[in-house]
């Protein structure tokens, strides 16, 4: 089973400031590795796929990179909206796994 | 478009059965492997299980092996997941997902399955 572990647990930042997610897999994972937005009450959103590719509408601010075990999601000028909870997700093989996310708030 | 809807959740006592399904449209139905996936309340997401596009393989999370069964109906364009003996734990909103993390995944909008007495 790969575990994937998020740091930080909570990032405080305010809007307009850039955020810097990261994910680290207990093992590789090559580049299937998938981030998601997840705000109260919706399910997850997805944002990043394939460890760089920026799924369809998600705006030009969402970024990510990595590849292996150690990839990171950049948010450039946080906007109102972007504060949520953020998952990352690997499916190197069938078997998928989510890390525990980061809840991104408004300081 | 792609819809993905489930059905079947609700409240159960512990170590009694549940059944969920969900009902695909919008594309070919056979082609696809399923998964579920599930986040109890206030909780992150687990992935449940993942059954392949012509059913002949299916793989489990640790924590429902032996418990839960995932199958699917490709005349019927639904997968279910067969949920027996259930315990506390099992409370989460349960969603039916193609290909979760791809270019173009889809979820359903979740249900609720509450364990309790």
């Known amino acids: 089973e790969i575990v994937l572990t998020q740091s930080p647990a909570t990032l405080s930042l305010s809007p307009g400031e850039r955020a810097t997610l990261s994910c680290r897999a207990s093992q590789s994972v090559s580049s299937y590795l998938a981030w998601y937005q997840q705000k109260p009450g919706q399910a997850p959103r997805l944002l990043i796929y394939d460890a760089s590719n920026r799924a369809t509408g998600i705006p030009a601010r969402f970024s990510g990179s990595g590849s292996g075990t150690d990839f990171t999601l950049t948010i450039s000028g946080l906007e109102p909206e972007d504060f949520a909870v953020y998952y990352c997700q690997q499916r190197r093989d069938w078997l998928c796994s989510f890390g525990q996310g980061t809840k991104l708030e408004i300081k | ?117």
Not at chain 2, 17 to 22: A, E, G, H, I, N
Not at chain 2, 65 to 91: H, W, Y
């Open chain 2, 1 to 117: 478009q792609v819809q993905l809807v489930e059905s079947g959740g609700g409240v159960v006592q512990p170590g009694r059965s549940l059944r969920l399904s969900c009902a695909a449209s919008g594309f070919t139905f056979r082609n696809y492997g399923m998964h579920w996936v599930r986040q109890a309340p206030g909780k992150g997401l687990e992935w449940v299980a993942v059954i392949w596009y012509d059913g002949s393989k299916k793989y489990y999370a640790d924590s429902v092996m032996g418990r839960f069964t995932i199958s699917r109906d490709n005349s019927r364009n639904t997968v279910s997941l067969q949920m027996d003996s259930l315990r506390a734990e099992d409370t989460a909103v349960y969603y039916c997902a193609r290909d979760p993390g791809a270019q173009n995944d889809y979820w359903g909008q979740g249900i609720l399955v509450t364990v309790s007495s």
